[in-house]
């Protein structure tokens, strides 16, 4: 179905259950489960970090989320690996007013949910390239990032599901390049410049959650805002069709509609709409 022709996910519309499986069942209430006052729900004035492969992959996997976060006066930095620049059929299209064009809707998404754009930190590797990148070089700039931010809660992609094995590139380098700045941004003999040049001192992520994940341990009901969710997934106008075969900048009612029922559908549990995420440490 149109609706779910995500360009950066095209290599999932079949394996679309897979990322917010299990679909049609709850999670098994864990005997041990997050207490309410350490719930996402429930987080405010905090600082968080979100990591995504290209502009999008956030607010397809947990813009509602984000938005509770945003509403609880959280601080959420977004940093995006790469400008997404490859992913149209149009053959007029160019890898430049692409970038462009998704750096706009990545904006205009990120301010549906309530992030301004100098929240946005765009890293600007090239779409399907990331693992191409010096990973040396790449993992010391997400370290510095985690050190100047000081994150309290990092959501990023899952390096432990199966699908990063023979998912899009992007989405598997970044998923285990970000769990392993953790390691580096808590060692300062990492990458010592951070603290003799900038004076960034050390920090431990206390607390990630991991979306794409196939093993969810968490899930956030999001159910009352599913809307904002539909506007910001829809921001993206390029990365759905008609307008990945010949780019325009509107989306129609139809792809609209088609896009608002497939994302219900792929995320509904138990009569609800949720965003899942394998949370670590567990609860
Ligand atoms: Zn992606």
Not at 46 to 52: D, E, G, I, R
Not at 69 to 95: A, C, F, P, W
Not at 131 to 153: F, Q
Not at 229 to 245: D, R, Y
Request: with cysteine; proline share 7%; charged share 25%.
């Amino acid at each position: 179905m149109r609706a779910i022709q995500l360009l950066c996910i095209a290599l999932l519309v079949s394996a679309l259950p897979a990322i917010a499986q299990p679909i049609n069942e709850p999670l098994v209430p864990n005997p041990t489960a997050v207490s309410d006052a350490d719930r996402i729900e429930n987080l405010k004035e905090k600082s968080v970090m979100v990591f995504t492969p290209h502009p999008d992959d956030e607010h397809f996997s947990m813009a509602g989320t984000l938005h509770k976060l945003v509403q609880n006066k959280n601080k959420v930095i977004v940093v995006i690996y790469t400008n997404d620049n490859k992913g149209s059929k149009d053959l007029e299209m160019t890898r430049e007013r692409l970038a462009q064009i998704r750096r706009a809707e990545e904006e205009a998404a990120s301010a549906a949910v309530g992030i301004p754009k100098e929240n946005l930190i765009w890293l600007g590797y090239e779409d399907g390239d990331l693992e191409y990148a010096d990973p040396y070089r790449l993992r010391g700039e997400l370290a510095r990032l985690i050190k100047k931010y000081r994150p309290d809660v990092i959501f990023s992609p899952d390096p432990g599901s199966k699908w990063t094995q023979w998912h899009k590139s992007d989405h598997r380098i970044a998923a285990y390049i970000t769990q392993d700045a953790f390691r580096a941004a808590e060692w300062h003999l990492y990458y010592p410049q951070h603290l003799l040049d900038e004076g960034l001192k050390p920090h431990a992520v206390p607390l990630a959650y991991f979306y794409y994940s196939q093993e969810p341990n968490y899930e956030v009901d999001i159910t009352d805002i599913y809307e904002i969710k539909v506007k910001a997934v829809a921001a993206h106008v390029s990365q759905f069709e008609p307008s990945i075969s010949k780019y325009t900048p509107d989306m129609p009612d139809f792809a609209l509609n088609e896009l608002r029922e497939g994302l219900k559908k792929a995320t509904q549990s138990n009569g609800r709409i949720v965003e899942r995420f394998r949370r670590q440490p567990e609860p």
